[in-house]
């Protein structure tokens, strides 16, 4: 069925026709005096873009977020399996109305798969919902509606201001009540049968010319033939507008904060993570905050101006200390990348902040979704599985170098008389595949991040202690010096051993891997306690098994004798020297400091590993 058929059931008589005669001057005289009034009133409905739609919003209901299309139409099937938190309204879900409590899914509506005369209209259900107990707070709504006839924007009127309505002083119920009862008498049954609401005379005239009042605009579009041309989000805040004037009194809103949701994620099935914007101060508008989501804030990030924020831990017993968000929000904060001490997310374990200097550069939903990561820590197969990813990752460049090494004739390929030099040879085309392939993962997988991969200016000083165990694991043989280089020992050599292969084999498991690995995983950091991060193990494995493949192996890239001494040392001193250089990049936030390091220990290391091979 489509939208134009949505309203079966409704003649052109109930739809355009419920003007009463005279109403004009009486309504043009109610607007004036709800004008006047509507200067007291706070401005509580917008249109905002929520993940890349317009949606209307209440800022006293930031949870709710409200769908009108006019194209909208979903089967019955559709409808039932709908994520959890899901409203239809008067004619979106095409079959009887229906209460999932279990899904937390409902229909409210009286036109498919039940009697129109005996059914409710929609906002009368939408009312008794909440008189019955709906609890519309402590996660995300969406609540989805085709056309903003009044019945309609009634409903929604009901569910946005559900938290004031549970306040018996803080709305003219009575008032409320009797327009629901007659506005839903007259779109199920007809402006004929008004009289079945049972209202007084006058009680009745005066709630005639409120709906005159509140569906003028209605009536003048589609008078015009403009009603299908209208932007229907802009016209339902207007009515909602117009509700609030004929509901509300300027004293009901001393309590009124102004708070504007920005974004907000379900850490769980029992806490929220929420981005908010207000001109008051958290303290202020706290109490409030528990209001509006019925206590289930873990945290809230507090939005002061341009880039600052203010982080509140909401829940005292929350496992996660703000310490960890704070990581996680200064490893991903293009405008911090662990520059300093000072500009940076910080605070206390109940309240912080964004950095003082710059401000952040993240926006409202990179914040809480970082926030739920921390919160949300990885299970071990989730870990696992990207450890595979990056293992299979790491093989696929090895092979590939190995490869191409195996191939290696650069005198051929450029038609270059052959010189015999080093540069010539297999393991110099294995390392400079090796580091070619590398800097092409670095540039795909860093791009726009780069300081989450090393790539960036050393700081800090606390790494400086653990470069005398980087090289003294790096001379038992934790790195790799192939025989080839240091007895060829010409300009290719050099340059092979000293820059080449610490720059592929850095970049490679300290630089790339190490950074994906980063991305669900805290690390050290200059001014952090001392640690073994995740990402430095898991980069040490990889490290450990490809120093293993390349030493022992019939590669031929270096002729150590296989043996448990052998075994033993390298093993040892490839896993001690693997962690302790991912453990200088992490304290310096750099690559650069491991790869002199790695050049240095390469030196040494030449010297051991042959002489043993001369004793041997």
């Known amino acids: 069925m489509g939208a134009s058929n949505l309203k079966a059931g409704k003649t052109p008589g109930q739809q355009q026709g419920r003007t009463t005669v005279g109403a004009g001057g009486r309504t043009a005289g109610l607007e004036r005096q709800r004008l006047r009034q509507a200067a007291h009133l706070p401005e509580r409905y917008a249109v905002r873009q929520v993940d890349g739609e ?38 979106v879900a095409q079959c009887e109305p229906f209460m999932d409590h279990e899904r937390k899914v409902y229909n409210l509506d009286h036109h498919e798969g039940c009697v129109r005369a005996f059914t409710m209209a929609t906002c009368e259900q939408a009312l008794i919902m909440h008189l019955k107990g709906l609890d519309l707070r402590g996660q995300q709504w969406h609540i989805f509606a085709n056309e903003p006839d009044l019945d309609t924007i009634l409903a929604i009127w009901i569910l946005l201001n559900h938290l004031r309505l549970e306040e018996r002083d803080g709305i003219q119920r009575r008032v409320l009540f009797a327009l629901v009862r007659l506005e839903g008498v007259i779109d199920a049954l007809g402006l004929e049968m008004k009289e079945l609401a049972a209202l007084p005379p006058e009680l009745l005239r005066r709630l005639q010319r409120l709906i005159d ?20 989000l802009q ?95 200064n490893f991903i904060d293009p405008a911090v990348r662990c520059r300093t001490r000072t500009n940076k997310w910080g605070g206390s374990g109940e309240i912080g902040g964004s950095p003082r200097e710059s401000g952040t550069r993240l926006n409202a939903q990179q914040i809480v979704e970082a926030c739920k990561q921390v919160m949300n820590r990885p299970t071990v197969l989730a870990m696992t599985y990207r450890f595979l990813l990056v293992t299979a990752l790491a093989a696929a460049m090895a092979v590939s170098a190995y ?86 020992l010409d300009g290719g050599g050099v340059v092979l051993l000293a820059a080449i292969m610490p720059l592929a084999l850095e970049g490679l498991f300290r630089g790339l891997i190490h950074g994906l690995l980063a991305q669900s995983a805290r690390i050290q ?22 120093l293993a493949a390349l030493t022992f192996t019939s590669l031929g890239y270096f002729r150590l004798p296989l043996n448990s001494f052998n075994l033993a040392r390298v093993v040892t001193g490839s896993v001690v020297f693997a962690i302790v250089t991912a453990m200088v990049r992490e304290r310096f936030q750099s690559l650069l400091p491991a790869v ?6 390469v030196a040494a290391g030449l010297g051991v590993n042959l002489f043993l091979a001369a004793i041997g």
């Not at 909208?72 to 959890?84: G, I, M, N």
């Not at 950091?525 to 490809?546: H, K, N, Q, V």
């Not at 002199?596 to 220990?601: D, G, Q, R, T, Y």
């Open 213 to 232: 009042f509140l569906r003028a605009d209605e009536i003048s579009l589609k008078k015009e033939g403009l009603w299908e041309d209208t932007d229907m």
């Open 403 to 488: 490869e191409i090494g195996l191939t290696w004739n650069p005198a051929r390929w450029f038609s270059i008389e052959a010189t015999g030099r080093f540069w010539q040879m297999p393991v110099f085309g294995f390392g400079t595949t090796l580091l070619l392939l590398c800097g092409l993962g670095l540039i795909v997988a860093a791009r726009g991040r780069t300081w989450q991969f090393g790539l960036a200016v050393p700081c800090g000083s606390s790494g400086i202690w653990l470069l005398p165990l980087a090289l003294a694991a790096g001379a038992a043989g934790g790195v790799w010096a192939p025989a080839d280089a240091f007895e060829t």
């Open 54 to 91: 317009q949606v209307l919003v209440c800022l006293e209901a930031p949870n709710l977020n409200v769908h009108i299309d006019p194209e909208l139409s979903l089967s019955a099937s559709v409808a039932r399996k709908s994520p959890p938190g899901t409203i239809f309204l008067d004619g």
């Open 235 to 329: 016209y339902t805040v207007k009515v909602l507008h117009r509700l609030d004037q004929v509901l509300y009194k300027a004293s009901h809103f001393t309590d009124y904060k102004g708070i504007e949701e920005l974004a907000c994620v379900q850490i769980n099935q029992q806490r929220l993570a929420v981005a908010v914007k207000s001109d008051q101060g958290i303290y202020e508008i706290e109490p409030y905050l528990n209001k509006l989501y019925g206590g289930r804030l873990a945290v809230v990030f507090l939005k002061k101006g341009p880039g600052a924020y203010t982080v509140r831990k909401m829940d005292l017993f929350m496992p996660v200390e703000l310490e960890a968000v704070y990581d996680k929000l």
């Open 525 to 546: 950091r200059d001014d952090s306690p001392w640690f073994i991060s995740w990402p430095a193990l898991g980069s040490s494995i990889l490290y450990t098994g490809m």
């Open 596 to 601: 002199l390091v790695h050049a240095a220990a």
